[in-house]
């Protein structure tokens, strides 16, 4: 079955930061880009347009984040969904130093630090604490540690398998 991620293709970026009409101060720019991973005949990934994808496919989220303006900004989250119809590849998410990366199993409501622990209640009262496996991560978050200062950029990525 065809499956088309243009539509999917969206980012939430939540950026607290001060901002004067004047344009100065900090100024985000981001983009998001999916690439199909295929592997070529010498057994190495090669990135192609995201298309059109298939079940089983592998596709990779570029997130690319500079600060334009001419002032650092603080409290600044990068976020990447987990489309439906993908699951995310576990420990694909980019590990860079500076960020602080976190996973959401509940839509993007919280975020937690990997392995992602939930309750569960037994049927005689008691409860439980589970790990999440990959195929319950809804999102992706990076929290830039600090200041995110004037012309600094960020790149971040992760995989998902189409289902």
Do not use: C
């Amino acid at each position: 079955m065809r499956r088309s991620l243009s539509a999917a293709i969206f980012l939430i970026i939540t950026a607290v930061m001060a901002a004067s009409a004047s344009a100065e101060g900090p100024a985000l720019k981001g983009e998001m880009d999916a690439r199909k991973i295929v592997v070529d005949g010498e057994n190495r990934e090669i990135a192609v347009p995201a298309e059109q994808v298939y079940p089983s496919d592998m596709v990779e989220y570029t997130l690319n984040y500079r600060n334009e303006g001419d002032s650092p900004a603080s409290g600044v989250d990068l976020v990447g969904p987990v489309p439906s119809g993908t699951v995310y590849l576990d420990k694909t998410a980019s590990d860079i130093e500076g960020l602080e990366t976190r996973f959401s199993i509940d839509g993007g409501r919280t975020f937690h630090a990997a392995p992602v622990m939930y309750e569960v209640v037994r049927k005689d009262g008691t409860v439980e604490m589970r790990a999440a496996t990959p195929d319950m991560i809804t999102h992706i978050r990076w929290s830039v540690d600090g200041f995110f200062n004037a012309g600094q950029e960020v790149t971040v990525s992760y995989r998902v398998q189409v289902k």
